[in-house]
């Protein structure tokens, strides 16, 4: 079936099976393998989307569900010659080893960042409580996110 | 390959289910989805709700709370009114799954997958909570505490949906305690929860006390006698400690990977020196 949504602010539509994940429609029709499978059943949050400003599971979504939708992957967070500040924290603040779970996780503080632009650590660990890092430990990630914050608010701001 | 269909009102639903009688219904698709793939369930018809605006949203009048089938976690701990008039509600959304799982799934979904350690359930209890179930043709109130018949199993009956629940409003100042013990704090499905709505006079006396248990039993267990145990005591340590015993006979918990049979018991028992605390 055709669907039509926004992916990554452009009007896209594709035809494909109604029970296709997301997260298979991503990485293996529009080649954004950004968007990572971990566990498959909601548990990691690897597969994490933004579907209108909100963080989902694209493992959990038949491609159905994108119909009218506005989705933001990781690929779709930079603006054109610059990364986005939760990529430039993340790199500052060695939050990534793996990398698996790091789109996930800047996906999850970016819907964050838009609700609560001043969150504390703790916030941030709520925020980010559905996404598993088997590497980092969370500190640095959370370290990352508050810089992050840090960063959007002095932009914002000037 | 599974068919998905998303009728975007509720007239195109109950043709959708008129025709395809067999067919699979879900909103956010955090439990059904998991399972299908374990199961590698193919050919089937899955319809979902999430596009019908009739389902969704919260409406409050002078002492009930009308909740969207629908409703995501997400809009539920986001609503002032559910927060300040049923915090137990609340305090048992915030231990539910995990943000992303609380952006999808649904009040109306955790009732009618029915599980044992359904997060929403014991707070919804001792609310008494009642359940609005909808044919095209029908519709019939019943209170949840008789919809759940065993794990999995609901009265549900064939073309039928869950529409809404009905929520009183505690007349008056209750205490409300919710309480999960699982094996981390996110993601964790509950080794023992309880949620308590407990009246007490302004000299300490308790005059009304409901409480439930998830995941010690095959449904919520509510027992009666724990109940009037503590009406007309003053609420004390000593007398909810009197009261930890009578839940424990009351409950039917089992050994799996999460808990024994003999820890759920203890411990839920003992959620029981939290009220109030």
Redesign the interface.
């Given at each position: 079936m055709i669907i039509r949504f926004v992916l990554n602010g452009k009007e896209t539509q594709i035809d494909c099976?109604?029970?296709l994940r997301v997260v298979d429609l991503l990485r293996e029709d529009f080649g954004l393998t950004g968007t990572k499978e971990g566990c498959?059943?909601?548990?990691c949050?690897a597969c994490?989307i933004l579907v209108n400003g909100?963080?989902?599971?694209s493992c959990?979504?038949?491609a159905?569900?994108l119909?009218g939708k506005s989705i933001t992957t990781i690929e779709g967070l930079a603006a054109e010659n610059r990364r986005h500040p939760l990529q430039e924290a993340f790199i500052r603040y060695g939050a990534v080893q793996c990398g698996y779970c790091s789109p996930g996780m800047i996906l999850?503080a970016c819907?964050l960042l838009a609700e609560n632009p001043e969150p504390t650590r703790e916030q941030i660990r709520?925020?980010l409580?559905?996404?598993l890092c088997r590497c980092t430990g969370y500190q640095k990630i959370v370290d990352a996110v508050e810089a992050a914050a840090r960063a959007m608010q002095k932009e914002n701001a000037g | 390959m599974n068919r998905v269909l998303l009728p975007k009102n509720l007239p195109e639903l109950w043709s959708c289910l008129e025709n395809e009688p067999n067919a699979k219904v879900y909103a956010g698709g955090t439990d059904l989805l998991v399972q299908m793939r374990a199961r590698c369930e193919d050919n089937l018809v899955l319809v979902c709700l999430e596009r019908i605006a009739d389902l969704t949203g919260i409406r409050e009048d002078e002492d009930v709370f009308w909740i969207g089938a629908c409703t995501t976690f997400r809009r539920l701990l986001d609503h002032p009114q559910i927060r300040e008039q049923i915090p137990v509600l609340t305090k048992a959304l915030s231990t539910l799954g995990s943000p992303p799982i609380r952006n999808m799934a649904t009040i109306g979904g955790n009732i009618c997958t029915a599980s044992p350690a359904g997060d929403t359930l014991p707070p919804l209890y001792v609310l008494d909570a009642d359940l609005i179930l909808s044919t095209q043709a029908s519709e019939r109130v019943i209170p949840l505490s008789g919809f759940i018949t065993a794990p999995g199993k609901t009265r549900l009956e064939k073309g039928e949906i869950l529409t809404g629940i009905r929520v009183k409003k505690p007349e008056g100042y209750h205490i409300q305690h919710f309480e999960k013990v699982g094996q981390r704090k996110a993601l964790a499905c509950a080794v023992a929860s309880m949620a308590a709505l407990v009246k007490t006079s302004s000299a300490g006396v308790i005059e009304s006390a409901r409480i439930a248990w998830g995941s010690v039993g095959p449904t919520v267990v509510m027992p009666p006698d724990v109940e009037a145990a503590l009406i007309g005591k003053t609420l004390s340590p000593a007398v909810l400690k009197a009261a930890t015993d009578l839940a424990g006979t009351a409950m039917a918990p089992i050994d799996d990977l999460r808990a024994t049979a003999a820890y759920r018991r203890k411990v839920a028992g003992n959620l029981l020196l939290r009220i109030g605390t």
């Open positions: 099976a109604p029970d498959g059943s909601g548990e949050g994490t909100e963080n989902r599971l959990l979504m038949p159905v569900r119909e999850a819907a709520e925020a409580s559905g996404n | -």
